[in-house]
């Protein structure tokens, strides 16, 4: 069983930056790949980014590679979403996600566990 907490959302101008913490209980931290994704209001939860289990792989989502960054600190259970560059698309609520495995997975059905979610507001 893993917990996941999300943090560090909040109401940021066009163009600024903003870095999202997700914080999981469990002693088996580091055999899951983490992924973040968002949900705006009427619309589907959507992809954004992942990293591999031991960090060395990540993959984005083509809306906002090379504006956000992925990171993961196994020894304390942490993985970060670095945002910069926000635009007021951006706006959505933010979730981290967890999957045992060593595959870098963008699909919301083969996450096994989810955060509350983290809202991230962009106003232009």
């Known amino acids: 069983q893993v917990q996941l907490v999300e943090s560090g959302g909040g109401l940021v101008q066009a163009g600024g930056s903003l870095r999202l913490s997700c914080a999981a209980s469990?002693?088996?931290?580091?055999?899951?790949?983490m992924g973040w994704f968002r949900q705006a209001p009427g619309k589907e939860r959507e992809f954004v980014a992942v990293?591999?289990?031991?960090?060395?792989?990540?993959y984005y989502a083509d809306s906002v590679k090379g504006r956000f960054t992925i990171s993961r600190d196994n020894a304390n259970n942490t993985v970060y979403l670095q945002l910069r560059s926000l635009k007021p698309e951006d706006t959505a609520v933010y979730y981290c996600?967890?999957?045992?495995?060593?595959?870098?997975?963008?699909?919301?059905?083969?996450?096994?566990?989810w955060g509350q979610g983290t809202q991230v507001t962009v106003s232009s």
């Open positions: 990293i591999s289990w031991r960090g060395g792989r990540t």
């Open positions: 996600a967890a999957k045992r495995g060593t595959y870098l997975y963008t699909l919301v059905y083969e996450y096994d566990y």
């Open positions: 469990g002693r088996t931290f580091s055999s899951y790949a």
